[in-house]
């Protein structure tokens, strides 16, 4: 019997939590999913939603509701859309260590996790909540920033670096492009002009095109002298993609990504959700 796809959607109860909790929602209805809101019980967050209840007294009582309402919510908007099933689940501890923990225990197939975008990211990536999260799963992760509202995506944009496990990732694209009826451009950024790069580019189109059941599938190779990551940035812009989708193994490209030199120039980045496809 084929399992059930489950996606683990952590909450805190801020905007931008709920705004995961709409991505989550929107595609556990494509997927038939299972959907597990999960909230892990924390000191320092709840004083910032009730700080008249300074002993925390009220706590648990408060996340139940307040998960209940939630999940009451999701099922009334989404059953008739094809979601599964929706539960909450309450955990105690550190919030990365459970959430991960707990995506291993359910067989998670996607987490998604919210973020205050330019904000958590301004100094680097290596801090935040979403990104530890991003940084120690072994399963995929879509981050949606605090002002990112759920829209069918219309482009998918898989920054490539020609590695072998982009056979599987391209897999999981399409099938998602699939639910919206997306374009996906693959796309890799190269530093030179040199005639290698286009032999290159030329012979990974070769071996993953037989992969792809998909006829909305762009492959791009772009040059940028300066930086890969400002490159994909100016890409993501002109070509209006409106999901980056990376790989966790490119870590030198992924901290190009988010490193701190370049974080203030790449707010797009961090306007869009990213999506990282663990190769395992």
Same mark, same amino acid.
């Given at each position: 019997m084929e399992q059930t796809f489950k996606i683990l959607c952590p909450t805190d109860f801020s905007e931008c939590s709920l705004n995961a909790i709409e991505y989550a929602t929107r595609l556990g209805e494509? !997927?038939?999913a299972d959907l597990i809101l999960f909230h892990v019980l924390n000191r320092e967050d709840y004083e910032k939603l009730s700080p008249n209840d300074e002993l925390g007294k009220h706590q648990m009582d408060f996340v139940l509701e307040k998960l209940q309402n939630l999940q009451e919510?999701?099922?009334?908007?989404?059953?008739?859309n094809g979601l599964k099933s929706c539960i909450s689940v309450v955990k105690e501890g550190s919030i990365v260590k459970e959430t991960l923990e707990y995506a291993t225990e359910i067989n998670a197939g996607l987490i998604v996790v919210g973020t205050e975008g330019v904000n958590?990211?301004?100094?680097?990536?290596?801090?935040?909540?979403?990104?530890?999260?991003?940084?120690?799963?072994?399963?995929?992760?879509?981050?949606?920033?605090?002002?990112?509202y759920f829209k069918a995506p219309r482009k998918l944009v898989y920054a490539s670096d020609y590695l072998e496990e982009d056979k599987i990732a391209i897999q999981k694209i399409v099938e998602v492009a699939k639910f919206f009826d997306s374009e996906i451009d693959l796309v890799h950024v190269s530093t030179t002009h040199k005639a290698l790069d286009k032999s290159l580019h030329m012979t990974m189109v070769a071996e993953i095109e037989p992969f792809i059941k998909y006829d909305k599938v762009n492959f791009v190779l772009k040059s940028f002298r300066d930086d890969v990551a400002l490159g994909l940035e100016n890409y993501l812009q002109t070509a209006k993609g409106d999901i980056l989708v990376t790989l966790s193994e490119k870590k030198s490209f992924?901290?190009?990504?988010?490193?701190?030199?370049?974080?203030?120039?790449?707010? !797009?980045?961090?306007?869009?959700?990213?999506?990282?496809?663990?190769?395992?």
């Open positions: 494509k !997927y038939k919510a999701v099922l009334k908007e989404s059953l008739k958590d990211f301004r100094e680097n990536i290596i801090g935040s909540r979403a990104s530890r999260i991003v940084e120690q799963s072994d399963r995929d992760i879509l981050v949606v920033p605090r002002k990112v992924f901290d190009q990504i988010f490193s701190k030199s370049l974080s203030k120039k790449m707010a !797009y980045f961090i306007n869009k959700p990213l999506w990282v496809i663990k190769s395992s």
